[in-house]
């Protein structure tokens, strides 16, 4: 019988950039579905909430640019 230590992941990610990247993609997934199921007066909020993080992530791909 194996331990939890010694048991493998199901699911793997080999990709390190995208292992990188995961967590920042399942964030806007999960703010787009909120988002689409946002009432009126919350509406504005999720969705300034959603570019904030867009901008962020597209700052600071600009600034890892190889010439930047």
Same mark, same amino acid.
Do not use: T
């Given at each position: 019988m194996t331990s939890p230590v010694d048991a493998k992941p199901r699911f793997q990610i080999r990709n390190p @950039? +995208?292992?990188q990247?995961?967590?920042w993609l399942v964030s806007e997934v999960v703010l787009l579905l909120? +988002?689409? #199921?946002?009432?009126p007066p919350e509406l504005w909020f999720w969705l300034v909430v @959603?570019? %904030? %993080? @867009? @901008?962020?992530r597209v700052e600071r791909w600009w600034s890892s640019r190889? #010439?930047?």
């Open positions: @950039l +995208l292992r990247e995961f967590p909120i +988002l689409f #199921n946002a009432n @959603l570019l %904030v %993080v @867009l @901008l962020y190889p #010439n930047a």
